[in-house]
């Protein structure tokens, strides 16, 4: 398969993530369209060589050029890195792929699931592509793992994974994001990596709603380790991968998103935990904290294939039912007596 370093490469969303990714590729010498859908957000990154809103104090080298044009973005692209929210993936990816070169490697590094639709990012990227009648062939997978962008940006050590269906793909996308600081893995499940990527993010709200609880390390250690069961329960239900689910992507991803203080989610769990409406939360928050939409697609998407999930149920009923925080620990808690580990 052909070699990408030498590539043109687009990452389509300058948020927080998009730019580091593109950072981290610029600095390696690969050429780097970065997209942003408003065009004085381009300007900015143009003029500051820095994207102050999201990533202040991370200079874009001159390898990355901003562009608010998603054809100019593409254009012979043989790498396209969607890092766009969930809710608005499927426009933007309608829009820009019948651009997409033949052979392009399209990776979603995004955590989140479809509201509407219950599907993942891969399956939104198929789904248009099929309902577009496309005869090319292009590559889908994800980039997940334990990585918040700003620790990427300054180049602490960080590993990922990342999944296509074809192990060549795989490889060779891994060889693209390689450096001497961010390692990453391969895996060819890429359901399971996905499902990994978007629930976590609702674990880690409810984590945060322990910590603003005032919950010690006991509880945050048995909602980490129960979550990660509900998880894997939910993801072995849809044909991923057991193993997945102890590896970077999965127990990996989860710890730092459950503890870690750069957390979006857990933030907003946070302000919960302490007795903050919903609304009052995400109006204090600059980013987009993916697992609020995420918990309703999540309890749907358990709720269609009978999976038990009842740190997910409580979460919903929090954000969506205005549920007492401690009254869902408490009926957490005095649910049946189960064994601990139990599969579909």
């Given at each position: 398969?052909?070699?990408?370093?030498?590539?043109?490469?687009?990452?389509?969303?300058?948020?927080?993530?998009?730019?580091?990714?593109?950072?981290?590729?610029?600095?390696?010498?690969?050429?780097?369209?970065?997209?942003?859908?408003?065009?004085?957000?381009?300007?900015?990154?143009?003029?500051?060589?820095?994207?102050?809103?999201?990533?202040?104090?991370?200079?874009?080298p001159e390898t990355v050029l901003p562009v608010a044009d998603i054809a100019e973005a593409v254009e012979s692209a043989r790498c396209v890195v969607m890092v766009v929210p969930s809710h608005g993936y499927r426009g933007v990816?309608?829009?820009?792929?019948?651009?997409?070169?033949?052979?392009?490697?399209?990776?979603?590094?995004?955590?989140?699931?479809?509201?509407?639709?219950?599907?993942?990012?891969?399956?939104?990227?198929?789904?248009?592509?099929?309902q577009q009648n496309s005869t090319r062939t292009i590559h889908l997978g994800v980039l997940s793992g334990p990585s918040f962008a700003a620790e990427v940006a300054i180049g602490q050590p960080t590993a990922?994974?990342?999944?296509?269906?074809?192990?060549?793909?795989?490889?060779?996308?891994?060889?693209?994001?390689?450096?001497?600081?961010?390692?990453?893995?391969?895996?060819?499940?890429?359901?399971?990596?996905?499902?990994?990527a978007a629930v976590k993010n609702v674990v880690a709200i409810a984590a945060g709603i322990g910590d603003g609880l005032g919950?010690?390390?006991?509880?945050?250690?048995?909602l980490i380790t129960r979550g990660l069961a509900e998880i894997t329960r939910l993801g072995v239900k849809l044909g991923a991968q057991p193993l997945t689910f102890s590896g970077l992507g999965g127990v990996g991803d989860l710890v730092l998103t459950c503890t870690g203080g750069l957390s979006r989610n857990r933030t907003v769990g946070l302000k919960l935990g302490e007795g903050k409406t919903l609304d009052q939360a995400l109006a204090e928050m600059t980013m987009v904290a993916e697992g609020v939409r995420t918990t309703k697609s999540c309890y749907n998407l358990a709720?269609?294939?009978?999976?038990?999930?009842?740190?997910?149920?409580?979460?919903?009923?929090?954000?969506?039912?205005?549920?007492?925080?401690?009254?869902?620990?408490?009926?957490?808690?005095?649910?049946s007596l189960k064994e601990e580990i139990v599969l579909p």
């Open positions: 398969m052909k070699e990408l370093r030498s590539n043109r490469v687009a990452v389509i969303g300058a948020g927080s993530w998009g730019t580091s990714l593109a950072k981290l590729l610029g600095d390696k010498g690969v050429e780097v369209r970065l997209w942003a859908h408003k065009s004085d957000h381009v300007s900015a990154l143009l003029r500051d060589r820095e994207n102050k809103k999201y990533l202040p104090g991370a200079k874009l990816f309608e829009q820009l792929a019948p651009k997409l070169p033949d052979g392009a490697f399209v990776v979603s590094a995004v955590k989140g699931i479809e509201n509407t639709t219950l599907q993942t990012m891969t399956q939104v990227m198929q789904n248009s592509l099929q990922v994974t990342v999944a296509f269906d074809d192990k060549a793909a795989s490889r060779t996308v891994q060889e693209l994001f390689a450096t001497p600081f961010f390692r990453a893995y391969t895996s060819n499940d890429v359901i399971g990596l996905e499902l990994c919950y010690g390390l006991n509880s945050r250690a048995a709720q269609k294939h009978g999976v038990e999930m009842p740190i997910l149920e409580q979460t919903y009923q929090i954000l969506y039912q205005n549920k007492d925080c401690r009254l869902a620990v408490q009926e957490l808690f005095q649910r």
